[in-house]
């Protein structure tokens, strides 16, 4: 299975501040034929479901704010806050799709500073 | 509007049986691979199995931790996926929930989820 390793476990930010938050992949998870990244971002909140945030790496699903973005390639990736909002406090969770069984990183807890 | 309803938690002794349901709406439910994902308390979160749409050959998949006690199947007629679970052990007690994937493929992300039906095993 691959394994997801996201960094750091938690972090505290000031509202309006920059977040990133790591996503590292025991293998690559680019499907070549398509050249897509098999990554995606979810949100959860406490007591809901996980939201899907950004797929394919860096696509934004439709109705996430633009302060959220994706990049990396290969094993290596970033999920971006550009600037952070009261409601951004959740578990930021990084996904692998690329192999069975997909597979989670641990999370990430992002908490006001 | 996608809209996906769990159905079937509660508590169950070890060695018991349980069947969840997931009713989903607002989209062409055959035309989509579908998922079960779990939760433990606490805990992050675990995918459980999954089910391509029909474009894709009714593939199956099921992480180790349940293969052979688990059973997913889908019922295209009613909008709605299953989870047989058997011999139930107390480390399968979390929130399961139900997503719907981005296409057939069972190599989809999960882009819609439910509210997630609580399973807790225990005597």
């Known amino acids: 299975d691959i394994v997801m390793t996201q960094s750091p476990d938690s972090l505290a930010v000031s509202l309006g501040e920059r977040v990133t938050i790591n996503c590292k992949s025991s293998q690559s998870v680019l499907y070549s034929s398509n050249n897509k990244e098999y990554l995606g971002w979810y949100q959860q909140k406490p007591g809901q479901p996980p939201r899907l945030l950004i797929y394919w790496a860096s696509t934004r699903e439709s109705g996430v704010p633009d302060r959220f973005s994706g990049s990396g390639s290969g094993t290596d990736f970033t999920l971006t806050i550009s600037a952070l909002q009261a409601e951004d406090v959740a578990v930021y969770y990084c996904h692998q799709h690329y192999t069975l069984p997909p597979t989670f990183g641990q999370g990430t807890k992002l908490e006001i500073k | 509007e996608v809209h996906l309803l769990e159905s079937g938690g509660g508590l169950v002794q070890p060695g018991g049986s349980l069947r969840l349901s997931c009713a989903a709406s607002g989209f062409t439910f055959s035309s989509y691979a579908m998922f079960w994902v779990r939760q433990a308390p606490g805990k992050g979160l675990e995918w459980v199995s999954g089910f391509s749409g029909d474009a894709d050959g009714d593939e199956t998949s099921y992480a180790d931790s349940v293969k052979g006690r688990f059973t997913i199947s889908r019922d295209n007629s009613k909008n709605t996926l299953y989870l047989q679970m058997n011999s139930l052990r107390a480390e399968d007690t979390a929130i399961y929930y139900c997503?719907?994937?981005?296409?057939?493929?069972?190599?989809?992300?999960?882009?819609?989820w439910g509210q997630g039906t609580t399973v807790t095993v225990s005597s």
């Open positions: 997503a719907e994937g981005q296409s057939a493929s069972i190599y989809s992300t999960m882009d819609v």
